[in-house]
């Protein structure tokens, strides 16, 4: 592969912090593995697994977001996540199971907590019900739940990392809000935060350019 390529690849205007939260065995790894890896495991070890997983998604043409995800590995089961957990968050991906009613009665907490320990930046929301491949087991009608998010002005999906179905969407909504919220001026960049990052501004590469330009500058 050519220094050129290799370099247009790697390029990004931003990445974005996000975190997975929902009480345990919704499904909140199994949909991560699924987005970055593109697999599904029958058995998962809740303790284990790699914290964070990264992914490249491009928004819009020439437009690429690194999403730098965090997982909880277990943690949630004794909710015991740690305030430095969420502090650098500038997205989280709430997640229910739709055949488990509690782990939906629960989101309104878990985003709760992300907002007290955000705070004072801004958190954004995204919504997903987990499991929809579980339709003859479903505990949560989908109007219920999309109502839920209207109310709190978030987008909302339900998806299954066992078929595919809506995973890449789960992660596409939350990060094309918060684009948005950048392109408006409601998210003010700092660069002291590890929330958001500016990558490089995608441009045409020429063989006697090598000076890539920062978004911030
Ligand atoms: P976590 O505790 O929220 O990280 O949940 P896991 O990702 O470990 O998943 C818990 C259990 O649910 C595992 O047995 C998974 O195989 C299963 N699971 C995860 N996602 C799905 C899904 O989309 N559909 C179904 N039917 N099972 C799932
Ligand atoms: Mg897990």
Known sequence: MSDMVARSETIWAYQFRV??????TVGKSALLRRFTDGCFLEVSDPTVGVDF?????????????????????????FRSI????????????????????QSFLHVVTWAEE????????????????????????????TEEASNFARLHKMPFIEASAKNGKNVEKSFVM?????????????????EQWDGIKCGLVPKPLTLDDDENKSCCA
Request: hydrophobic letters at 40%; aromatic letters at 8%.
């Open 114 to 141: 992300a907002r007290l320990h955000v705070a004072p930046r801004h958190v954004s929301f995204a919504l997903v019900g987990q499991k929809c491949d579980l339709e003859e087991h479903r505990q949560v009608p």
């Open 19 to 24: 975190v997975l939260l929902g009480d345990s």
């Open 82 to 101: 740690t305030r430095s957990y969420y502090r650098s968050s500038v997205g989280a991906v709430l997640v229910y199971d739709i055949s488990n009613r």
């Open 174 to 190: 939350l990060t094309e809000l918060i684009y948005r919220l950048i392109q408006s001026g409601d998210i003010i960049m700092d």
């Open 53 to 77: 997983y990264s992914r490249l998604i491009e928004i819009s043409p020439g437009t690429r977001i690194k999403l730098q995800l965090w997982d909880t590995a277990g943690q949630e089961r």
